[in-house]
C-alpha cells in the first residue's frame, strides 16, 4: 500500500471515529428537538379552537413547519356559515398582502438569472411611468418598489381601488401625488406602486404575471391548490368564502375584486396545503426553485418601518426593531430575527412568520375579520420559545 492511500485510509477513518463520537450528541440534540415542538403543538392547538369560539369565527386553517417537516396540518370550521362543509387543508382562501411575497420572489428569481436586475430603474421597463419629479422618477428602482420605499404618501390610492377606478388610471394618476420623502429614503406601504413589480416583470419576460406566478413558484412547489386572479378563485369548489360581522353575527358575502386588480399585491389564492409548501421553501428546504441566495436577498431588512412595532399589543411588547424588506416584514422578537407578513381584504386575514434560526414557523388563513391575527401567532411564537405566558386571547379581549 502506497503511503498516499494510506493516509487516505487513516482519514477516513478518523472520520468514522469522529462521527461515532459524535453521531449519539446529534441524535440526542434531535431528539430533544423533535419533543420540544411536539409539546409545543400539544399546548397550541387547543388554543387555536379557544380563540375560534371566542369570537365565533366561521373558520381557519393553521399550519406549522419545523426543519422542513410539516408538523401541523388542519382545518378548522365551516367554509360558509350555515353550511355543513368544513374547512380541510385543501381549502382554498385569499392570501391579500402575503400576496406579496410571491412577487418578490419571482422578481428576485428573475433578477438571479439575470432576466433583469432589481437596481434598474422601474422605467427602464415601464418607459410611460412618472411620478410628480422627473429625477425621483428616474431614481426610483425596482428595489424600492419592493421595499415599501417609493416616496409617495402610504397606501396611495387604495380608496380609488377600492372605488373600482381602473389600475392603469390609477396609475396615471400617481404623477401628481406629492411625495413625502426622497425616493429610497422612507417607508410607506403601498398596494398600487407595489404592483407595477408585474408591469416590469411583464416587459423583461413577455409573460403575465399570472403565468410567471404559476410558472415559477406555484406549480414547482407543488402548490397544486393556489392560483392567481379572481377568476381562478370564482370557479374553485372548495372555497372559504368571506364573512363581515352583523348584528346577527357572521354573513357570508360575496368576493370583491378590488384588490384583485393589483395581482402582485394582493391577487394569489392558496390552501393551508399550499402555506405549508410556501414556508418549507422560505426555510431553505426547495432550493431547486427557490435559490438561498433569492431567499436571503428577499428576507435581509432594507427600510426601517418603526411604526410597525406598535399598535397589537403583541407587536408593542414583543417587537423590538422593523424593517421592510423585499415583499416581506422583517422583525426583531423577543431577540430574535422573525420574517413575517400579513394580509386582509374584506373577511379573509391571513399571516405567515417564520423564525429563521430556530427553523419553525406558521400559517393562519381565516376568512373573517376575526380578531385572531393578534392571538394565534404570537401565543405559537411564544410557546416555541419558552416566554413568559402573556395569555394573548385575553389580552385582546381586553381582560389583561
Known amino acids: 500500500m502506497s503511503k498516499k492511500i494510506s493516509k487516505v485510509c487513516k482519514k477516513i477513518r478518523l472520520f468514522f471515529t ?47 413547519v419545523k426543519d422542513g417537516e410539516i408538523i401541523l396540518l388542519k382545518g378548522y370550521g ?19 398582502s402575503v400576496s406579496k411575497g410571491f412577487a418578490a420572489e419571482a422578481a428576485a428569481l428573475l433578477a438571479h438569472e439575470k432576466t433583469l436586475t432589481l437596481q434598474d430603474p422601474l422605467v427602464k421597463y415601464v418607459p410611460d411611468f412618472s411620478l410628480i419629479s422627473s429625477v425621483q422618477t428616474h431614481e426610483l428602482t425596482l428595489q424600492d418598489v419592493l421595499s415599501q420605499s417609493s416616496g409617495l404618501p402610504a397606501h396611495a390610492y387604495d380608496d380609488l381601488l377600492e372605488s373600482n377606478v381602473a389600475y392603469p388610471d390609477i396609475v396615471e394618476r400617481l404623477k401628481s401625488v406629492n411625495l413625502v420623502c426622497q425616493v429610497g429614503k422612507c417607508y410607506t406601504y403601498q398596494n398600487v406602486m407595489y404592483s407595477m413589480i408585474g408591469d416590469a416583470m411583464t416587459a423583461a419576460t413577455g409573460k403575465s404575471y399570472k403565468n410567471i406566478i404559476e410558472e415559477r413558484l406555484l406549480k414547482p412547489l407543488d402548490m397544486n391548490d393556489a392560483s392567481v386572479g379572481m377568476q381562478s378563485m370564482l370557479t374553485t369548489s372548495n372555497v372559504a368564502m368571506p364573512h363581515i360581522r352583523t348584528r346577527k353575527g357572521w354573513a357570508p358575502v360575496k368576493i370583491k375584486d378590488s384588490y384583485y386588480k393589483v395581482l402582485p399585491a394582493a391577487g394569489v389564492n392558496a390552501s393551508i396545503s ?51 424588506g423585499l415583499g416581506w416584514r422583517v422583525f426583531t422578537y423577543a431577540g430574535r430575527p422573525l420574517v413575517y407578513h400579513a394580509g386582509g381584504v374584506q373577511g379573509y386575514r391571513s399571516e405567515v412568520a417564520y423564525l429563521p434560526e430556530e427553523k419553525v414557523g406558521i400559517v393562519v388563513l381565516s376568512n373573517s375579520d376575526a380578531r385572531m391575527s393578534g392571538i394565534i401567532v404570537p401565543t405559537f411564537l411564544d410557546t416555541y420559545l419558552g416566554l413568559p405566558d402573556r ?3 385575553q389580552v385582546a379581549k381586553g381582560k389583561k
Open 78 to 96: 365551516v367554509r360558509v356559515v350555515g353550511k355543513p362543509e368544513r374547512v380541510d387543508t385543501h381549502t382554498v382562501f385569499r392570501l391579500a
Open 391 to 393: 395569555q394573548w386571547l
Open 18 to 64: 469522529i462521527l461515532a463520537i459524535f453521531s449519539p450528541v446529534l441524535s440526542f440534540a434531535a431528539t430533544q428537538d423533535d419533543a420540544h415542538i411536539q409539546s409545543v403543538v400539544k399546548r397550541f392547538e387547543p388554543i387555536i379552537q379557544k380563540t375560534l369560539d371566542t369570537w365565533r369565527a366561521p373558520g381557519a386553517a393553521v399550519a406549522i
Open 274 to 324: 399550499d402555506m405549508a409548501q410556501w414556508l418549507r421553501a422560505q426555510m431553505g428546504y426547495r432550493t431547486d426553485i427557490l435559490p438561498q441566495a433569492v431567499l436571503n436577498e428577499v428576507h435581509a431588512p432594507v427600510i426601517r418601518s418603526p411604526e410597525e412595532a406598535t399598535g397589537a399589543p403583541w407587536r408593542r411588547e414583543r417587537l423590538k426593531s422593523a424593517h421592510y
